[in-house]
Structures are given as structure tokens and as C-alpha cells.
């Protein structure tokens, strides 16, 4: 059985979290190996292998979504498979959010009494669009109750950007300038994580956990899109028991 993190944060005993790692799946490289995307190249066949491992682990299968950098907010309930969108939460015991990443934000949501959880995709762009905003929105409990969880991201050591997305983000939150560093003529080095609390924080989030693992920096272990490519994809899911 392929390991996984589970995510440290003080959630409820009735939510669950889990955080896919890349090893022990069937995918060849440049997959290698324990691809849950579909969208990426691989045969159908093995991702499909690699989910099925992936669901012994889960009381339902996954309510996967496309994800296309937006806000959208769904209710991983009532969506259809593989509902267009970015973000999922349930207050319904035993179905799972999920998110897939590789060097993307994801983020993990729960709320202090255990009743409501969500997952949400946050690259720059859909992080600058709202998506977590929108996340806590489609939660409706206060964001003072809300406790969050940064899944593996690629670091600031590593993720580079351009004049525009910095002035993007500055121009939204002149506090968001901390998050950026200067690296070469144009360009500079972006805290992600950095910007997510940022942003959970003035939404009045203030249990917010992880951020520490950069999918760039550790390639036994994360998948990554900026490093290699062609790639795979992990997922971050939450649900209720």
C-alpha cells in the first residue's frame, strides 16, 4: 500500500485528511509512479489501478473535479463527475473532497465542531481569483471556526514568477510585497503558502497548519510540475466519518 502523510492539524476526530504521496503505484516514468491524474498523459489503465488503491483507503470514491486555476465551489454531493471546478466541500459524512496537485496549493478545511469540510486548488492565479474566499463562503460557518491545512506546494526557494503576478497580488494587498523576494531582472521568488495565509488570515482564519513541504525541492516524495514536466498528480482529500 503506497504511504501517505496525513495532514497535523487539530481537527474533530469525525474528519479525516490525507495527503497521496508520488511512490508505489504502477505508473512508468515520467508518471512514476502513483499518478491519481488523468489529464496527464498516462494510460487510463494505470491511473485507474492507481485510484483503486487509492479508494481502499476512502469510505467512497472521491469526487474528483477538473480544475482550471478558477474559484468555482461546489458541493461534492450533488456534483457530477468530474465537475468543472476548483474547490469541493461536503457536510455530509463519508463523501471525500479531493484536490490534485503538483507544485499547486492545495488546502484542507474543517471546522471546529466537525461539521462541515472542504478542499480547495489554489495556484497563483486562482489564489489572486478568490478561491479561498469562495471555499469559506460555500462552508457558511464564521472563519473563526475554521481550521486549515497547506498541503506540499512548490517552496519560495523555488518558484519563480514574474513582474506581473507580483504586482497582481501587491495590488490587491500591499502586504502581500513580503512574500515576494527579488531574483533575477524581472523575475522573483514567491512565497505560495506565504500568500495563502495572507489571505485565510484577513478572511479571519487563524488555524491555519502546514505549508512547510515544497514539492520542487523533494523529488522522492512529491510530484512537480515546474521540475520535470510531464508529470503526475497527488491528491489532497478531507471528508467526514
Known amino acids: 500500500m503506497p504511504d501517505c502523510l496525513t495532514p497535523d492539524w487539530p481537527a474533530p476526530a469525525n474528519v479525516h485528511a490525507l495527503q497521496t504521496l508520488r511512490g508505489g503505484?504502477?505508473?512508468?516514468a515520467p508518471w512514476a509512479s502513483w499518478n491519481l491524474g488523468d489529464h496527464v498523459g498516462d494510460e487510463p489503465a494505470r491511473v485507474a489501478a492507481n485510484r483503486a488503491v487509492l479508494r481502499a483507503r476512502l469510505p467512497a470514491e472521491p469526487a474528483w473535479l477538473q480544475q482550471?486555476?478558477?474559484?468555482?465551489?461546489?458541493?461534492?454531493?450533488?456534483?457530477?463527475?468530474?465537475?468543472?471546478?476548483?474547490?469541493?466541500?461536503?457536510r455530509q459524512p463519508g463523501v471525500v473532497c479531493a484536490v490534485m496537485t503538483a507544485d499547486c496549493l492545495p488546502v484542507l478545511f474543517c471546522d471546529r465542531a466537525g461539521s462541515v469540510v472542504a478542499a480547495a486548488h489554489a495556484g497563483w492565479r486562482g489564489l489572486l481569483a478568490g478561491v479561498l474566499e469562495n471555499t469559506l463562503a460555500a462552508m457558511r460557518v464564521a472563519p473563526g471556526e475554521v481550521i486549515a491545512w497547506?498541503?506540499?506546494?512548490?517552496?519560495?526557494?523555488?518558484?519563480?514568477?514574474?513582474d506581473e503576478v507580483r504586482a497582481a497580488f501587491v495590488g490587491n494587498a500591499a502586504g502581500a510585497a513580503r512574500e515576494f523576494r527579488a531574483h533575477t531582472a524581472g523575475k522573483w521568488l514567491c512565497d505560495l503558502p506565504g500568500l495563502a495565509r495572507q489571505r485565510l488570515r484577513a478572511a479571519g482564519v487563524d488555524s491555519i497548519h502546514g505549508g512547510g513541504e515544497c514539492t520542487y525541492a523533494d523529488r522522492e516524495r512529491f510530484f512537480s510540475y515546474r521540475r520535470d514536466g510531464v508529470t503526475g498528480r497527488m491528491a489532497s482529500l478531507v471528508w467526514l466519518a
Open 150 to 162: 497547506l498541503g506540499p506546494a512548490i517552496g519560495p526557494a523555488h518558484f519563480e514568477v514574474g
Open 25 to 28: 503505484g504502477v505508473s512508468p
Open 68 to 90: 482550471v486555476h478558477g474559484t468555482l465551489t461546489v458541493d461534492a454531493a450533488k456534483t457530477a463527475k468530474t465537475a468543472v471546478a476548483d474547490a469541493a466541500f461536503s
